[in-house]
Structure formats: structure tokens, C-alpha cells
Nanobody, 122 residues
Framework: QVQLAESGGGSVQAGGSLRLSCAAS????????LGWFSQAPGKEREGVAA????????VYRNAVKGRFTISLDNAKNTVYLQMNSLKPEDTAMYYC???????????????WGQGTQVTVSS
């Protein structure tokens, strides 16, 4: 079975940067997308960014465009999320996921990591 493991979370002041990593053991043949989701207490888990595994095309939530960059290293089976100009509202648990469609809906993803916490202070 595919396993996803996130790392790179932590605490940072507003305006700072973090790079999240998600290492995958392997991907099922049906996997065409790797994505990042965020979830804060009292809020639904929502899509942040995603990348298609076959061509590297990307999609972002409007609130992070220009600040976050998702990338994929196929040789290492690792997807990254570079987060710059962080804001307090970015504070959340971040999860990586593997799915069949690069959408913002968690229902399009069948495999999830355990999450890594990102905390941004003002």
C-alpha cells in the first residue's frame, strides 16, 4: 500500500518561510495527482495546492497564489510545498494526499499522510 509521510512543519513569524515535504513509498497506477490540504480547528480540510504527476501542471488556492509553490521530485517520490510570505491565517495542519484528480475537493484523493503542523505568529 502507498504510504505518505509529511515533514518540515514548524513555527515561524509572519513573513517567514517553510518548506514542507511529503515522501511517498510508491503510487498506485491510478494516482495522477499529489496535493496539499490544510485544516485548522473548527474548519473543514481544504485544498491548498496540487500537481499532476505526469506533466507537472499545478493548481493553487487563490489565497496562496504567488506565495506558495508546489513541486515534485519523481526520482525521490517526494512532493514539496514551498511556503513564502507566511501569514497567521496560514496556520493549520497540513496534509499531503494522493489522488486521481487535482481538485480542491478531498473526495478526489484516496491516500493521506498524517499531517505536519504549521504555526505562523503575528
Amino acid at each position: 500500500q502507498v504510504q505518505l509521510a509529511e515533514s518540515g512543519g514548524g513555527s515561524v513569524q509572519a513573513g517567514g518561510s517553510l518548506r514542507l515535504s511529503c515522501a511517498a513509498s510508491s503510487y498506485p497506477y491510478s494516482t495522477t495527482c499529489l496535493g496539499w490540504f490544510s485544516q485548522a480547528p473548527g474548519k473543514e480540510r481544504e485544498g491548498v495546492a496540487a500537481i499532476y504527476t505526469h506533466d507537472g501542471a499545478t493548481v493553487y488556492r487563490n489565497a496562496v497564489k504567488g506565495r506558495f509553490t508546489i513541486s515534485l521530485d519523481n526520482a525521490k517520490n517526494t512532493v514539496y510545498l514551498q511556503m513564502n510570505s507566511l501569514k497567521p491565517e496560514d496556520t493549520a495542519m497540513y496534509y499531503c494526499a494522493a489522488g486521481w484528480r487535482c481538485s480542491r475537493s478531498k473526495s478526489d484523493y484516496g491516500y493521506w499522510g498524517q499531517g505536519t503542523q504549521v504555526t505562523v505568529s503575528s
